[in-house]
């Protein structure tokens, strides 16, 4: 049973692209979380999905950031105009029920130049 | 969810027993106590968790006291490869919502 696979592991964009991070989650899990850590800071909780439904939204920057998770395929964060601070680690976890604790994929580390 | 404190670092020696306390004093009853680690920038990785009860497997145990205003885990025969940052968070139960908030947690630093 493969873990929450993450892809790219590494992203780097010029500012202004766009840039597009997947989550799979676990074989069977139906709850993604999209987490952000920035260099030296911590986790910062961005976003919670279910299967075609966004669940909590509260952490995600209002402009240029959006996140999905389709009925089929991976779960994906949409980052549109990147700019140098959104440079950061973005960890994708997804558990099976809801406050079942989380598994952590290995995160996409995004730089912006 | 429950705020939670825990020191910003601890040092350990190799092979002896590493405690990491928590204070959650303001945990409601239906608030779980949470265990994750995360070893140099990798994804973080769930240890334990408990809500009550003392709780114990591979990793570690867990120790809440009775009155669950705080908690502690304990790595029995720390490694260097234990060296990490430690997070203890309060999370509510189904119906308070499904996410995990990371505070700064404590960096333990295993030494030989």
């Known amino acids: 049973n493969a873990g929450v696979m993450q892809n790219p592991r590494h992203l780097v964009r010029r500012r202004g692209q766009e840039a597009r991070l997947r989550c799979s989650p676990m074989k069977g899990h139906s709850h993604v979380y999209w987490y952000r850590q920035l260099p030296e800071e911590g986790l910062k909780f961005m976003v919670y999905?279910?299967?075609?439904?966004?669940?909590?939204e509260s952490g995600m920057p209002k402009e240029r950031f959006s996140a999905e998770f389709p009925k089929e395929g991976p779960s994906i964060l949409r980052i549109q105009q990147v700019v140098r601070g959104d440079s950061a680690a973005y960890f994708c976890?997804?558990?099976?029920?809801?406050?079942?604790?989380?598994?952590f994929g290995s995160g996409t580390r995004l730089t912006v130049v | 969810d429950a705020k939670t404190t825990q020191p910003p670092s601890m040092d350990c020696a190799e092979g002896r027993a590493a405690n990491l306390p928590c204070n959650h004093s303001?945990?409601?009853?239906?608030?779980?106590v949470y265990w994750y680690r995360q070893i140099h920038s990798q994804g973080p990785q769930y240890i334990i968790h408990g809500l009550k009860n003392n709780e114990t497997n591979e990793m570690a145990s867990l120790i809440i006291t009775e009155d669950r205003k705080s908690s502690t885990l304990i790595l029995p025969h720390a490694t260097l490869r234990d060296t990490a940052v430690y997070y203890c968070i309060v999370r509510g139960s189904y119906n308070q919502g499904g996410k995990l908030i990371f505070g700064q947690g404590t960096e333990l630093s295993v030494k030989p």
């Open positions: 999905l279910q299967k075609e439904n966004i669940i909590d």
């Open positions: 976890a997804s558990s099976e029920v809801q406050y079942y604790g989380y598994t």
């Open positions: 303001t945990i409601s009853g239906n608030e779980y």
